[in-house]
């Protein structure tokens, strides 16, 4: 990672701040009683941290994806759940500034979520598509002159109780075909989002993410123009990959700490004796690394390509970049939580020392399941066959 700028060095300081002194504190808490962080989000509110990505001219601080990658990492270090709200927001934020095209009434909302730091979730996956975010079933419904309604059956919106807008992908019409989609940005007072289900799951038990009968009515301007297509290759499904990864590379970090300090503190109680799995932690820093690697070349990849030429995110190979990250990623990081587990032993199976690892581990569990890798792997095999070499 390099060195970002120093007008963005100070939310990174602050993030970090907020991730040692705000999340890490209230992270077991959290994970036990499956809650919202709410004083880690609330923290991050006081720090203008949620209007990071809007752009300066309309209020923001404009943050660098790199910067905002940054801070990912840091609140994953401390707390998944944090880390994974602050993400889906910001991937939201980004998505709706990269494809504004000078709409009036999303620039507006841009500067009232600055002002107001307001919060974005997001209803991609449905039920009956599950995570092909390249399908819908519900659609954006005409109700007279400028008025638009949905019905959508959605199993998991993380932090849906306590968002105050929701971004919807829906079919354009009720006509549409299934892949004929747009996105809806609603605001609280306009969505109903009725509970179907409890959030009691083995990991990210911060994120609050049980399914919901979401039912909006809302002015047809709060449809983004760009064609959906081009929203989701060159903006939502790159940045979710690349700020997810960063994310689970944070958790495995912290794992991988723990474990180094586990064995430190072993090797200082019996100096000279033989540490068995310090090789054990070799290995796991080998992994670690190659994670590293991969996360932040992919990021560097994107920024490329995005400055250049954005139409290149659109081609098959970037298609298969950006898989193939979240591919690596998601596997990557679980397996060095389990590595920093064998290396501490019982001492890292319990949830109640300095160096317990099974939260870790239960959190990077859900990177295989935030789109099915095999779904991924499905789309990258066709692709595979035709796609042009990079
Ligand atoms: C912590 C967490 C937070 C989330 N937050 C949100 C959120 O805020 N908003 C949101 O919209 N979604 C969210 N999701 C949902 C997520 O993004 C996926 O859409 C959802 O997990 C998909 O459901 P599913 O696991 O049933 O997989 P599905 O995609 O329905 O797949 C079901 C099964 O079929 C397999 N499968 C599917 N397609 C193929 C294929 N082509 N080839 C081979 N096998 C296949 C899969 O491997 C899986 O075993 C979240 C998920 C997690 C884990």
Same mark, same amino acid.
């Given at each position: 990672?390099?060195?970002?700028?120093?007008?963005?060095?100070?939310?990174?300081?602050?993030?970090?701040?907020?991730?040692?002194?705000?999340?890490?504190?209230?992270?077991?808490?959290?994970?036990?009683?499956?809650?919202?962080?709410?004083?880690?989000?609330?923290?991050?509110?006081?720090?203008?941290?949620?209007?990071?990505?809007?752009?300066? !001219? /309309?209020?923001?601080? &404009?943050?660098?994806?790199?910067?905002? %990658?940054?801070?990912?990492?840091? @609140? #994953?270090? +401390?707390?998944?759940?944090?880390?994974?709200?602050?993400?889906?927001?910001?991937?939201?934020?980004?998505?709706?500034?990269?494809?504004?095209?000078?709409?009036?009434?999303?620039?507006?909302?841009?500067?009232?979520?600055?002002?107001?730091?307001?919060?974005?979730?997001?209803?991609?996956?449905?039920?009956?598509?599950?995570?092909?975010?390249?399908?819908?079933?519900?659609?954006?419904?005409?109700?007279?002159?400028?008025?638009?309604?949905?019905?959508?059956?959605?199993?998991?919106?993380?932090?849906?109780?306590?968002?105050?807008?929701?971004?919807?992908?829906?079919?354009?019409?009720?006509?549409?075909?299934?892949?004929?989609?747009?996105? !809806? /940005?609603?605001?609280? &007072?306009?969505?109903?989002?009725?509970? %179907?289900?409890?959030?009691?799951? @083995? #990991?990210? +038990?911060?994120?609050?993410?049980?399914?919901?009968?979401?039912?909006?009515?809302?002015?047809?301007?709060?449809?983004?123009?760009?064609?959906?297509?081009?929203?989701?290759?060159?903006?939502?499904?790159?940045?979710?990959?690349?700020?997810?990864?960063?994310?689970?590379?944070?958790?495995?970090?912290?794992?991988?700490?723990?474990?180094?300090?586990?064995?430190?503190?072993?090797?200082?109680?019996?100096?000279?004796?033989?540490?068995?799995?310090?090789?054990?932690?070799?290995?796991?820093?080998?992994?670690?690394?190659?994670?590293?690697?991969?996360?932040?070349?992919?990021?560097?990849?994107?920024?490329?390509?995005?400055?250049?030429?954005? !139409?290149?995110?659109?081609?098959?190979?970037?298609?298969?970049?950006?898989?193939?990250?979240?591919?690596?990623?998601?596997?990557?990081?679980?397996?060095?939580?389990?590595?920093?587990?064998?290396?501490?032993?019982?001492?890292?199976?319990?949830?109640?020392?300095?160096?317990?690892?099974?939260?870790?581990?239960?959190?990077?569990?859900?990177?295989?399941?935030?789109?099915?890798?095999?779904?991924?792997?499905?789309?990258?095999?066709?692709?595979?066959?035709?796609?042009?070499?990079?």
């Amino acid at each position: 990672m390099s060195v970002p700028a120093d007008s963005e060095r100070g939310l990174l300081e602050a993030v970090r701040r907020i991730a040692e002194e705000v999340a890490a504190a209230a992270a077991d808490d959290v994970d036990r009683n499956a809650r919202f962080p709410a004083e880690a989000l609330e923290a991050l509110r006081g720090a203008g941290a949620l209007s990071a990505a809007v752009p300066e !001219a /309309l209020g923001g601080q &404009g943050a660098s994806l790199e910067t905002i %990658a940054r801070c990912c990492f840091e @609140l #994953g270090r +401390r707390c998944s759940s944090t880390a994974m709200v602050f993400a889906m927001h910001q991937i939201q934020v980004l998505t709706i500034a990269r494809h504004l095209d000078g709409a009036p009434w999303f620039e507006s909302y841009l500067r009232e979520l600055h002002q107001e730091q307001r919060l974005i979730a997001s209803a991609t996956s449905e039920v009956g598509t599950g995570g092909d975010m390249s399908r819908s079933i519900a659609a954006a419904t005409p109700e007279g002159e400028g008025v638009l309604s949905f019905e959508k059956q959605a199993p998991t919106v993380s932090y849906g109780a306590h968002a105050d807008d929701l971004l919807t992908t829906l079919r354009r019409t009720p006509d549409a075909e299934p892949g004929d989609q747009v996105l !809806a /940005l609603t605001k609280s &007072g306009q969505a109903e989002l009725e509970p %179907a289900g409890a959030w009691d799951t @083995l #990991g990210m +038990r911060g994120t609050c993410s049980p399914g919901f009968l979401v039912r909006a009515r809302f002015a047809s301007e709060q449809v983004l123009a760009a064609p959906f297509a081009e929203v989701m290759n060159q903006s939502m499904v790159p940045l979710s990959h690349i700020l997810w990864s960063h994310v689970w590379l944070g958790i495995a970090t912290d794992a991988f700490e723990r474990a180094r300090a586990f064995l430190r503190a072993s090797a200082r109680r019996r100096p000279g004796e033989p540490l068995p799995a310090a090789a054990r932690l070799s290995h796991v820093m080998a992994e670690l690394t190659l994670l590293r690697g991969e996360v932040s070349q992919a990021l560097h990849d994107f920024q490329a390509d995005d400055v250049d030429d954005r !139409a290149r995110l659109m081609t098959m190979a970037s298609v298969l970049r950006f898989n193939n990250l979240k591919l690596a990623a998601s596997e990557h990081a679980p397996s060095v939580c389990a590595g920093a587990l064998e290396v501490v032993g019982i001492v890292g199976y319990r949830n109640d020392t300095p160096y317990s690892v099974g939260r870790h581990l239960r959190d990077a569990l859900s990177a295989r399941l935030m789109v099915a890798n095999e779904r991924l792997h499905a789309t990258d095999a066709a692709l595979l066959l035709i796609a042009k070499e990079p």
